[in-house]
């Protein structure tokens, strides 16, 4: 669950200024369950959490295991109002996403323009994360011959891990944390590092601030328990497989992270055109939008060839399949699913309306006053990007190269060198 604050800012007439957040919830496939305008989060939230309950119970589908958020996670004492909201779920693990945790870690940097900054966040990621040893040695494997087939001499699996990309070690590779100790050991060792002489740059400005670091530190310290994996939960899904160098290489799709939240949020600002919108066109975009992402999400997810069709109107492929069954006796979108029977629950600006007293315009296509709304509207300030591309970029991995070779023990910038070895050369998980 993600919310931001950015989107909110194209509400235009009488809705301007109404909505503070646009709070999102995601499932382990990247698709957006809900999405929601709120006045006000905290118990602005409770009618959506409730609805999403009994989405699940009505659905006969399990209750979620583990839910990832930016805040609210963890409590010295008690529960809290987080977990007590989705009370409906008593089992519900609430713990706290961890690219989130390591921006907060960041804040206690002078600047991210820092020559250090990068090489800090990948040691931070090697800190909380270890690669499953047999992953990696397949990928090296594979990468390996790949090379070797392309004309290159024979390489050590230092030289093969200079190769080796963010995007492949995500989608070929498992992560799991270290533990509570491990992790809490090797981030005070490299913040113990850094923050002396070695955390300097080429021009002897330190890449953290000392005091605003200890402070950060000993606040965010609790958190350390919150952003482990939990027992005997399946984070990765393996989503097929792909033939690399004559290796055979796994696929898979991690539950762990917020990125596709973030990108759906990203995108959603660019795909409501133009700087401002009134709330009849900013729910319209905002409902294609939904219908669109969850689509790709969904296509993405899974193992088969995508369909030649390629149409997001579920009206149309519907109409398709029970057409080309009567005559040929198959679907041609064979994992096409109708849509259910609406449940009720108010989606976007109908869910802040709710809360402010007002009410949605007619939304029916063949309303006049629709129409007239639709054909004013001005799309020139569109951007070119719509954002129903697919977002895998898991932003926690970083420095590939630096996270598996045991050798690279220093963090080099210009002319001055932080020694790091004690976490630089942080080995797989065997």
Request: charged share 25%; with cysteine; glycine share 8%.
């Amino acid at each position: 669950m993600d919310s931001t604050k950015k989107i909110t800012k194209k509400l235009a007439g009488t809705a301007k200024g109404t909505g503070l957040w646009l709070t999102s919830v995601g499932n382990e496939f990247g698709q957006v369950l809900i999405s929601v305008l709120t006045a006000q989060e905290g118990a602005g939230l409770d009618r959506m959490v409730d609805g999403l309950v009994r989405r699940y119970q009505e659905a006969g589908v399990d209750p979620p295991a583990v839910l990832y958020v930016d805040c609210g996670c963890c409590t010295d004492v008690g529960e809290t109002k987080l977990k007590a909201r989705f009370r409906g779920w008593p089992e519900l693990t609430v713990k706290l996403d961890i690219w989130h945790f390591m921006r907060r870690i960041a804040v206690g940097c002078t600047t991210d323009a820092h020559q250090l900054y990068p090489i800090f966040m990948s040691r931070i990621s090697a800190c909380i994360f270890e690669w499953d040893a047999a992953d990696v040695s397949l990928l090296r494997q594979a990468k390996r011959a790949l090379l070797m087939s392309q004309g290159w001499p024979a390489l050590t699996d230092a030289d093969v891990n200079k190769h080796l990309t963010r995007e492949e070690l995500a989608l070929h590779c498992r992560r799991r944390t270290r533990g509570e100790e491990t992790t809490i050991l090797l981030l005070e060792q490299l913040l113990t590092e850094l923050m002396s002489n070695k955390g300097n740059d080429s021009l002897g400005v330190p890449l953290l601030d000392k005091e605003r670091m200890g402070h950060i530190w000993s606040v965010q310290k609790k958190h350390i328990k919150c952003i482990q994996d939990p027992p005997g939960v399946v984070l990765y899904t393996e989503t097929g497989s792909i033939t690399k160098g004559g290796v055979l290489l796994r696929t898979y799709r991690c539950a762990r992270d917020s990125t596709s939240l973030e990108s759906f949020h990203l995108h959603l600002n660019r795909f409501i055109p133009g700087y401002s919108a009134n709330s009849l066109i900013f729910q319209i975009y905002l409902l294609e939008g939904l219908n669109r992402w969850n689509q790709d999400r969904e296509a993405a997810s899974l193992a088969s060839e995508p369909s030649a069709l390629r149409s997001y109107t579920g009206e149309l492929v519907h109409c398709v399949n029970c057409n080309f069954e009567k005559l040929f006796g198959r679907k041609v979108v064979p994992n096409f699913c109708p849509p259910a029977r609406y449940t009720g629950e108010l989606i976007g600006v109908q869910y802040l309306f709710q809360q402010t007293g007002q009410a949605l315009q007619n939304m029916n296509p063949d309303c006049e006053q629709t129409a007239e709304l639709i054909e004013d509207l001005n799309v020139d300030e569109r951007e070119e990007d719509e954002g129903f591309c697919d977002i895998s970029e898991d932003h926690t991995i970083v420095d590939p190269e630096a996270a598996l070779s045991p050798s690279s023990s220093t963090l080099r910038s210009g002319s001055s060198t932080a020694v790091t070895s004690s976490v630089a050369s942080l080995p797989v998980s065997t």
